[in-house]
């Protein structure tokens, strides 16, 4: 069951051919939390697996409820999410996200 939750996810937002679909998954403030503890977790075991292996039953479930999610979006509807007026700092926009990809070391 895991398994199968982990490849949906990956097939839905990392096979996405839009990369909008894919800027509006890794934005949003749930996902982004998720992923923060998870790529640490993943960084302390030596990198072995992926990320999506130190998931809990209730993270993966949130991932893939809001992979479902976005995908279902058009580009233009991503988009929109994306570029979306949203409050600053909380991971929410585009800009936000380029600036936490920047200051990782």
Known sequence: M???VKREIIR????????WVKAA??????VSSILDRLIESWESNNRNG???????DQ?????YRLAKKYSSLSDDE???YVWGSREPG???SLLD???RIVRRP
């Open 2 to 4: 895991r398994e199968d």
């Open 12 to 19: 839905l937002i990392d096979e996405n051919r839009s990369p």
């Open 25 to 30: 998954f890794y934005s949003d403030p749930e």
């Open 50 to 56: 992926i990320p999506l292996d130190y998931a809990s």
């Open 59 to 63: 993270e993966l479930e949130t991932l």
């Open 78 to 80: 991503a988009r929109a």
């Open 90 to 92: 909380k991971g929410g």
């Open 97 to 99: 996200l380029l600036r």
